[in-house]
T-cell receptor
Framework: GEDVEQSLFLSVREGDSSVINCTYT??????LYWYKQEPGAGLQLLTY?????DMKQDQRLTVLLNKKDKHLSLRIADTQTGDSAIYFC???????????FGSGTQLTVLP | DVKVTQSSRYLVKRTGEKVFLECVQD?????MFWYRQDPGLGLRLIYF???????EKGDIPEGYSVSREKKERFSLILESASTNQTSMYLC??????????????FGPGTRLLVL
């Protein structure tokens, strides 16, 4: 079946850029998502990208998609302590209604 | 804004009890989902529903059942709670009119402890 993989942990210094990476196996993915989960809370949609796009920017967030390598990344510019959270990558294939989630990357922002 | 609410944030139950977790969404979404989240395992899909009275098994349905009598409400039932069902339970919904139709919107979660 489809698989989505992420590294489990990332630490950065406040003010630096963070890059969270994700790889997926489903070549028919149509949409790819990034969700953020703060401690004790549900998942909050951050952004999504359609598979025919290479890049999407939204304020401090930049999503890059390399469809050939099935690699998705989320860059957070000027990372703040409030960005500390778990970040989940997810994908869906067009006709499916389900999302396949990665295991999440715990981002820790150090002062 | 899409709103998904869950009946409890924290719940403590005893082994063997019947447990009901309720989820309500206000966006007229057709699809609703129940996940459990455990450290290091990410999100695992328990059950989902595409329409009223319809349900489909996810990856880990054993020990759970669901009910969807109304479009806005999706209930997760633990028929006889066991300690290995201690977890964070997340409800989500998706449907047309909100981003992509597959975009899922999550409730705040219910942290269940089974003693």
């Amino acid at each position: 079946g489809e698989d989505v993989e992420q590294s489990l942990f990332l630490s950065v210094r406040e003010g630096d850029s963070s890059v969270i990476n994700c790889t997926y196996t489903d070549s028919s993915s149509t949409y790819l998502y990034w969700y953020k989960q703060e401690p004790g809370a549900g998942l909050q949609l951050l952004t999504y990208i359609f598979s025919n796009m290479d890049m999407k920017q939204d304020q401090r967030l930049t999503v890059l998609l390399n469809k050939k390598d099935k690699h998705l990344s989320l860059r957070i510019a000027d990372t703040q302590t409030g960005d500390s959270a778990i970040y989940f990558c997810a994908e869906t294939e067009g006709s499916a209604r389900q999302l396949t989630f990665g295991s999440g990357t715990q981002l820790t922002v150090l002062p | 804004d899409v709103k998904v609410t869950q009946s409890s944030r924290y719940l403590v139950k005893r082994t063997g009890e019947k447990v009901f977790l309720e989820c309500v969404q206000d966006m007229d979404h057709e699809n609703m989902f129940w996940y459990r989240q455990d450290p290091g395992l990410g999100l695992r899909l328990i059950y989902f529903s595409y329409d009223v009275k319809m349900k489909e098994k996810g990856d880990i349905p054993e020990g759970y059942s669901v009910s969807r009598e109304k479009k806005e409400r999706f209930s997760l039932i633990l028929e006889s709670a066991s300690t290995n069902q201690t977890s964070m339970y997340l409800c989500a919904s998706s449907g047309p009119g909100t981003g992509t139709r597959e975009t899922q919107y999550f409730g705040p979660g219910t942290r269940l402890l089974v003693l």
